[in-house]
């Protein structure tokens, strides 16, 4: 803190801390190697981090020093004190802080709800694809480790898929194959009318594509083109291990797959 006490946000010291008495160091964490967890000397982060102690079964005076180069040291004294003979039912009886009584009993939300949900997700029933129609349901698996291709047959370039239910579709969310480098032209029909068409951005994961609102229930996505790399994120390194990157061949310019795919309608 500063001389009026204040907390300093651009503090990054390095803290050293000692304990004597009945208990042990358990560290803290703060980035770093490993995290700093179990060591005895943790930077503050913004101006502020955690450390942890803990008792043994030896009451006493527990003693913490704090000492970093440049700043005022500090000390904090604790008393752990001995647990009772007998404890019955089994839970201590003693409270950390005084008459605060703990509680189990979640409290009923503030009504009303300190968000407005905008949209809500309608599920898929069934579907079907031009091409490798036997794996269309690793797009909608919620497994971001399967997806969809449908191979470069002429025409195979589709996915169709029947909702649970009749819905007026505003959104579509969708993960494609190499997210990172790669676009695709689209067309989206929702009971063989337009929603959409256009050609998808590349990103560092997932896409949504504005709708335009059509209440029905079977949606096709088709491939209208040739896809085309761009590399429009070859800054930046995604995952530590490039092989498991998003980014590659693709299969071809005429494949289309899906890694995950998403529907939703605006909430009334």
């Known amino acids: 803190v500063d001389a009026q ?15 004597d008495g009945p208990a042990e160091w358990r560290g803290g964490i703060a980035q770093g190697p490993e995290n700093h967890i179990l060591s005895t000397a943790l930077p503050v982060e913004c101006g502020i981090n955690r450390a942890f102690v803990r008792s043994t079964t030896t009451p006493g005076r527990i003693t913490v020093r704090a000492v970093a180069e440049g700043l005022k040291s500090a000390e904090l004294v604790l008393e752990s004190v001995p647990a009772p003979s007998a404890v019955s039912p089994g839970v201590y009886p003693l409270r950390p802080y005084g008459e605060l009584a703990p509680s189990f009993i979640r409290p009923e939300p503030a009504a009303p ?3 407005r949900p905008t949209r809500v997700a309608v599920t898929v029933a069934s579907a079907t694809a031009g091409g490798n129609a036997g794996e269309i349901a690793a797009s909608y698996d919620d497994n971001e480790r399967s997806s969809w291709t449908s191979g470069s047959a002429p025409g195979a370039a589709w996915a169709e898929f029947t909702l649970a239910r009749a819905a ?4 579509l969310v969708v993960c494609l194959p190499n997210w990172r480098s790669r676009t695709y032209p689209l067309l989206v029909t929702v009971d063989g009318k337009e929603v959409w ?5 590349t990103s560092l994961g997932y ?3 504005p709708l335009r609102p059509q209440q029905g229930r079977v949606v096709r996505v088709r491939l209208i083109g040739e896809s085309a790399a761009n590399a429009a994120f070859s800054g930046i390194t995604e995952l530590a291990n490039a092989a498991n990157a998003s980014d590659g061949p693709a299969a071809g310019k005429g494949s289309f797959g899906l890694v995950e795919i998403e529907f939703y309608e605006a909430v009334r």
């Open 5 to 19: 006490g204040r907390r300093v946000p651009t503090a990054l010291d390095l803290v050293n801390f000692t304990v």
């Open 197 to 201: 068409r256009g050609v998808t951005p």
């Open 207 to 209: 896409v949504t594509l």
């Open 113 to 115: 709800p300190p968000y």
């Open 168 to 171: 007026t579709l505003t959104e």
